[in-house]
């Protein structure tokens, strides 16, 4: 007869535990390999390398792009320059245009009193011959037709002055509006603005650099944009805004006074445009993703000009004519390259 002491029992009772373990692993073995499979589906197999410079570069086959939800997209080439924002207001052309009807009188009448001193000139021409030809003419009519000449010659003269003083009146307060002829019917501009089929619109340019030849304004509610054609410089300056003021015409009839907010492009240099979400931030600078179609697998890294932030994206100076960006999972990019970062140090 066996007697079972209590350390053959707890032997017995740990062969048993053992065997279950191993029965379970063994059972479950199938379920483990595919919890690792879809694991390893999941995560996106990548290499990050470093060129000489040591600029990373991240690397993904065509399946990890796919399973990564990257997207890649060619950037729009776009005509830019230096960046100008200003202040802007709707002018009142009303005086402008009464002033011009006085210049327009003013002018008539100086033709009017210079035709007539020419008729006063012919007839004291005329008396002076009576009165030299043996006095057939009286000392009398002569002295009055000398009269009338210097009354005429006068009259001349006053009204080229009032002539001049409006027209110093336009070019002070309009600037090239104000010397713009009126033959053919008057200038474009000038009839625009009188149909109410266009504004003048005066913008107060700040900083330095080239006058943009087209504005794009913008109104207080900034539901639309307005594109307007620069017609020269403003002679005075806007009261509420500082900068070099220039005179514009839209397209469009604005009320009076309207302020806006105006931004304009100098010159024709052809840059790239990426959108907003191919942009991540580190280390305070805005960064891009670059693909070239000769590496479909490579991505690098490509910092931006902090300035070059519009409205509707980035400009990016230096990209290729064949480059990708990527437009969608670049902060996944960033990531896989901060965290292989992350491990070389570790590991040093």
Known sequence: MKIYTPQRALFLMGLVIIGLVWALIYFARDELRLHDAAEDELRPPSLVERDESGMPSVRLTPAAQK???????????????MEREAQAAVLDVEPLFALRAQAQEARAETVRLAAQLARSENERARVQALFDDDRNASERALQTARSQVEQDR??????????????????????????????????????????????????????EGDIPVQMQLRLPDGSDLIDARRIGPAPRNLSFAAGET???????????GLRLAARGITGSELMHLVPNSAVVWYAGLPWIYVRDDDEPEEFIRQALPAESQRPDGWLAPSLEDDARIVTRGAQLLLSEELKHSLADENDD
Do not use: F
């Open 246 to 256: 220039w005179l514009y015409r839209t397209e469009r009839a604005l009320p009076s």
């Open 67 to 81: 399973a990564s939800g990257i997207e890649i997209a060619q950037p729009l080439a776009v005509r830019a320059g």
């Open 154 to 207: 006068a009259a001349v003269q006053a009204a080229r002055a009032r002539e001049g003083g409006l027209q110093a009146s336009l070019r002070q307060g309009w600037g090239t509006l104000g010397t713009m002829g009126d033959e053919d019917g008057g200038h474009p501009d000038l009839q625009a603005l009188a149909q109410r089929r266009a504004s003048l619109v005066a913008v107060a340019l700040r900083g």
